[in-house]
């Protein structure tokens, strides 16, 4: 069957993959559309560490229930859509124990570690799958990474009472700027980019700040700083600025990871007595505050997507995207 396959760094191209052998505890899955994030970007560039090649991509799915296994659960019948968690959990390593599977230590990612669902089928473990059948197939393509972001929310124990900075307003961004708002929160969006900040304000976010300018975020919160500030940028300046600004006793929450290392002045840890946080993936709970909030049509979907194009047209995309990143928001691929 048809795939897009990452051969090395900068070459991409149709190729070929075999037809998955379900087992009686997997659903064959028809592939509708696939979301494409940073991540796979990365691995087109070949500064993703953690992807070997040659290699499928594609994580965001949204996809059709073709066959289910003979030890699947009823509810899973043919027709129904679907999307699915990326992630694989050992249940043995001490992220699992403590029902933490998102942070998996030996977590095997689609797309990254092992192939992905840029291509026409794909067999997956029924407890991976989630139903929403309200959701129409470029909403079901969103619902992973803006997981991402209310799971940032939910570590930084975001409620109605803080001021929240999300810095970085990309698909992550904005779903930690929506998963904040759904809880209440008062958001102040912060990026570089106007488009991206009105999606921000579309999204949920009260304020938004063009550039990070510390008198002003200072104005914003009375003179105290956010409560909690969640960095979905991943470079060097923004992690070190999410310490300084964040209000004393106040939480950080570390979605993306800088790419070289970060100096800090470390007496504001000990000083504001922070709470420190990294974010990794996401839990079953966070899906399903996504899709429910989805359901409500109140997110800027049409307005984040700068692309769809086909199985035979990703190619081009790849490289266009690659020569001219801040130039696209997100991209999605037809696959059936």
């Known amino acids: ?73 009823a509810q899973f019948v043919t027709g129904l859509p679907v999307t699915l968690s990326p992630y694989t959990a050992c249940g043995k390593c001490a992220s699992c124990l403590r029902l933490r599977p998102n942070a998996c230590q030996f977590n095997e990612t689609l797309g990254v570690q092992r192939d992905g669902a840029l291509t026409e089928f794909i067999a997956v473990p029924w407890q991976k799958l989630l139903l929403a059948p309200t959701l129409t197939a470029q909403e079901l393509c969103l619902v992973e990474p803006l997981t991402v972001g209310f ?37 102040i969006a912060i990026d570089v980019d106007d488009a991206k900040l009105a999606l921000a304000r579309q999204a949920g976010a009260t304020l938004t700040m063009n550039g990070l300018n510390s008198e002003a975020l200072k104005d914003m919160t009375g003179g105290l700083g956010p409560d909690v500030i969640i960095e979905a940028i991943g470079l060097p300046q923004t992690f070190r600025a999410a310490v300084e600004e964040v209000a004393f006793t106040g939480r950080v929450v570390y979605i993306g990871y800088a790419k070289e290392p970060v100096a800090y002045e470390t ?50 995309a790849f490289a266009d995207w690659a020569a001219n990143p801040a130039a696209t928001s997100k991209i999605l691929v037809t696959v059936d």
């Open 267 to 316: 007496r504001l840890f000990v000083q504001k007595e922070l709470d420190i946080l990294g974010s990794r993936n996401a839990l079953v709970e966070d899906f399903a505050a996504v899709i429910n909030m989805l359901a409500k049509r109140t997110f800027p979907l049409s307005a984040l997507i700068s692309r769809v194009v086909s199985l035979n047209d990703a190619p081009q």
């Open 151 to 187: 799971h940032a929310a939910a570590r930084g124990r975001v409620t109605a009472s803080d001021t929240v900075a999300v810095l970085g307003c990309g698909a992550v961004g904005l779903g930690a700027v929506a998963g904040a708002a759904e809880r209440g929160a008062r958001v």
């Open 1 to 73: 069957m048809k795939a897009l396959v990452l051969t090395e760094p900068g070459q991409i191209g149709l190729g070929q993959t075999a037809s998955p052998e379900p087992s009686s505890t997997d659903v064959l899955l028809r592939v509708k559309m696939v979301g494409l994030c940073g991540t796979d970007l990365n691995s087109y560039r070949g500064k993703n560490p953690l992807v070997s090649y040659p290699r499928i991509p594609g994580h965001e799915i949204s996809a059709e229930i073709v066959q289910s296994g003979a030890d699947v659960p």
